[in-house]
């Protein structure tokens, strides 16, 4: 497995493999992988001849007083898990290599990357958007793989790639969830055994919405006020937000459809963490 931390090897690498002919896959990350993550890889493995995977804590996606400096990194642990899946080339620069003195160039989505997380952490969907456009000028991939996990900034790239005719096809893979329904994330390390607990009223809270739709309910009102009812069983849980919106364009809906986006964001202690689940109807 290649090793790159410059810009200029991973892409001349990457060039070549497309010269070849060869189908690249790409998983851009922030590293702490997890079987989520895992999840990306094997799914670009199964559709592409080779796969790409980036491993960087983008500082411009943290707002100030957010956890860019604990932010866990674990490369050498990372890699190995990475070359066991046949990942064919890692890409892990330094913040400096991406963002050298003096660059002052944004990819800013407008709209959408003011909605659900975009309003509770400002600036985050310009850091996104921007590594990721960077990302993709370096590797070229032909697909970019993406966790449902991360809703919003689903929408907020698929926006992007549109909007600016990035030629990458983004496929999206169904959030990896811990046998007791949690959501995998990087930030579940930062949890204390009590915190876990708590934090199982995230997905505790989106099955309810779930079965309400089952059952016939269509109000977005209701199923936010039903949603909340399962927060409170946790009432140190501080929610940030609980949304039914469009997948696509973030706005909240009234009424829920098939592919009715429910999102909710909530503080278990310090660390925020966010689930998701699309509707069936
Ligand atoms: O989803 C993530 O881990 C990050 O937001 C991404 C896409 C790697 C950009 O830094």
Known sequence: MLIFQSIQETQSACAQLRGEGRVLGFVPTMGALHEGHL????????????????????PTQFGPNEDYAKYPRTLEQDCGLLEREG??????????????????????????????????????????????????????????????????????????????????????????????????????????????????????????????????????????????????EEPSVRVDYISVVDPDTLREVSEVSTGTLVALAAFVGGTRLIDNTILRT
């Open 39 to 58: 999840s990306l890889v094997r799914a670009a493995r199964a559709e592409c001849d080779v796969v790409a995977v980036s491993i960087f804590v983008n």
């Open 87 to 232: 990942v064919h080339l890692v890409f892990a620069p330094t913040a400096d290599e991406m963002y050298p003195e003096g660059a002052s160039t944004f990819v800013l989505v407008e709209g959408v990357s003011e909605r659900l997380d975009g309003a509770s952490r400002p600036g985050h969907f310009r850091g996104v958007a921007t590594v990721v456009s960077k990302l993709f000028h370096i590797v070229c991939p032909h697909k970019a793989y993406f966790g449902q996990k991360d809703a919003a900034q689903v929408a907020v790239l698929r926006k992007m790639v549109r909007d600016l005719n990035f030629p990458v096809q983004l496929v999206v893979c169904p959030t990896v969830r811990e046998a007791d329904g949690l959501a995998m994330s990087s930030r579940n390390r930062y949890l204390s055994p009590e915190e876990r607990r708590q934090a199982l009223v995230l997905s505790r809270s989106l099955k309810r919405v779930e079965e309400m739709v089952e059952q016939g309910e269509r109000a977005a009102h209701r199923l936010i006020a039903a949603a909340r009812e399962v927060f409170a």
